[in-house]
């Protein structure tokens, strides 16, 4: 019997992905550059379901049913196009290539408008939840043609994850890179879910002596509530791990400088392209690469003045670090799906809010309680220009508003970096700020560079003769 799918690329991912396929029924051909990753994934996983062994592209493609279906499992960039120029000539009008990894959106429209012209289909899919993820049920989130998704799709759906209602988290996203887009999106908020989480511990151990093992138990309290989540409930298991060798708390034996692969940046550069204000996970990314700096961190903790504000902590102070953590979260997610409304418009793609945060719901590492909130905020008609301006969240955000307020006051007179805590609440009253010190800059930029700006109480641009004599004339708009 040929194969449904051939998934290339056996690394932890492809082949999980591959046996997630498999024990969904389908029959899996198997591909891998060194035949020994095939063969060892069969003796090991051989059994739970049809697998067929295959040793080059070739015979790979040989044993796949019409339309084929190919998924690529490799290191995004290079390998990729690698991959797909040695498939395409084995490929007939109408087959499928699809790439898994998290590969750049850019990469995949460039390389979907290629293959179109070659009457292939190319699918960029967004696949969320780690190793476990793609075994069991992965968010899944896969651009490409409309067309594509009627072969492709049915499988895709049927090895996700599923939410609470039992729909699959996964849903067509829209053409060409959409589906890597939304992705992308998903780690930088991601980036920053996992940054506020890393403030509200560093502020409860550094400001209230809170140990690891007692902040454990916390942060499992906190998943009980509106912060219930995949990464507040791993927080808990982290914050509580002993580590053998020493008996320390593993947190504390774990060196401090975070990696990252680069879908974070990848969001905040984007975001900057689309002139969208992807600040808390810009923050989020940047927190990241301070931590790297191990050497000139070194040299700070010699030089820098550290100078401090006593303050007394509040009563409640747990539960007010619970409230900026979950303020700053919404704005983390007001700012991702802000970036895919501008990405909509750059694009042409039509992306469905609701429908993004729906398959988010389960298999995701941001999957969370909040989405369902979420996604009833975008359901139907209502477009919120902005998740926080939906009754739901900015009564919820007033409710958070003065502990927030006190949490980043006090990390900033205790000397404790926030920089997501206290960038998304700047973020936040920018957004509800009746006048903004832009016009000052507006006029400084007609100062030195005569850029014009325009004015408040009549239509049109302006520029002041700066080093005339300072009257008005109107100008063309070089805004
Ligand atoms: C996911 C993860 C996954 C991966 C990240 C890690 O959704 O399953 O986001 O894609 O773990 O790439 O990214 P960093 O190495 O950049 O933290």
Request: glycine share 10%; proline share 4%; with cysteine.
């Amino acid at each position: 019997m040929p194969a449904q799918i051939g998934v290339t690329g056996l690394a932890v991912m492809g082949a999980n992905l591959a046996r997630n396929f498999a024990r969904n029924g389908y029959t899996v051909a198997l591909h891998n550059r060194s035949v020994a990753k095939t063969d060892a994934l069969l003796a090991a996983h051989g059994d739970e379901g049809d697998f067929i062994r295959t040793e080059t592209l070739e015979e790979l493609v040989a044993n796949l049913e019409s339309p084929r279906r190919v998924m690529i499992m490799v290191k995004a960039g290079g390998p990729v196009d690698s991959v797909i120029d040695q498939l395409v000539p084995l490929l007939d009008e109408g087959d499928i290539i699809i790439d898994g990894g998290n590969s750049h959106y850019t990469d995949t429209r460039r390389r979907e408008a290629a293959l179109a012209e070659k009457g292939l289909h190319f699918v960029g899919v967004g696949v969320s939840g780690g190793e476990e993820g793609a075994l069991l049920g992965p968010s899944i989130m896969p651009g490409g043609s409309a067309e594509s998704y009627k072969a492709l799709g049915p499988l895709l759906e049927k090895i996700s994850a599923k939410a609470d209602d039992g729909t699959p988290c996964c849903a067509w996203i829209s053409t060409d890179g959409a589906g890597h887009f939304v992705k992308m999106v998903h780690n930088g908020i991601e980036y920053a879910d996992m940054q506020v989480i890393g403030e509200a511990y560093d502020l409860l151990r550094s400001a209230a002596g809170l140990e690891p093992a007692a902040q454990a138990e916390i942060f499992s309290q906190w998943n009980e509530g509106e912060l219930s989540s995949f990464l507040i409930e791993i927080t808990a298991e982290v914050l509580g791990h002993v580590d053998a060798a020493t008996g320390k708390p593993l947190v504390d034996v774990i060196q401090d400088s975070a990696g990252q692969k680069g879908t974070g940046r990848w969001t905040v550069q984007s975001g900057l392209d689309m002139g969208s204000p992807v600040s808390a996970i810009a923050e989020s990314v940047f927190a990241r690469s301070l931590s790297s700096q191990r050497e000139i961190r070194a040299v700070g903790q010699q030089v820098l003045a550290g100078e401090t504000t006593e303050v007394t902590l509040p009563e409640n102070f747990v539960e007010d670090v619970r409230q900026a953590l979950f303020a700053s979260k919404l704005v983390s997610y007001a700012q991702g799906l802000d970036m895919l409304t501008s990405a909509a418009g750059e694009y042409g793609w039509e992306l469905k809010l609701d429908e993004i945060a729906g398959l988010w719901r389960e298999g995701c590492i941001i999957r969370a309680a909040l989405l369902k909130d979420i996604m009833a905020a975008y359901k139907g008609d209502a477009q919120p220009a902005n998740l926080l301006f939906t009754p739901a969240f900015s009564e919820a955000i007033a409710k958070a508003l003065p502990a927030w307020r006190r949490v980043v006051a006090i990390a900033v007179q205790l000397g404790i970096p926030a920089p997501v805590f206290s960038s998304s609440l700047a973020y936040y009253d920018g957004l509800r700020r009746d006048r903004l010190p832009a016009a000052l800059t507006q006029g400084l930029r007609d100062f030195f560079g005569a850029h014009t700006y325009r004015r408040t109480d009549k239509e049109g641009t302006f520029h002041t003769l700066w080093s005339g004599d300072r009257t008005e004339i109107a100008a063309e708009d070089t805004h």
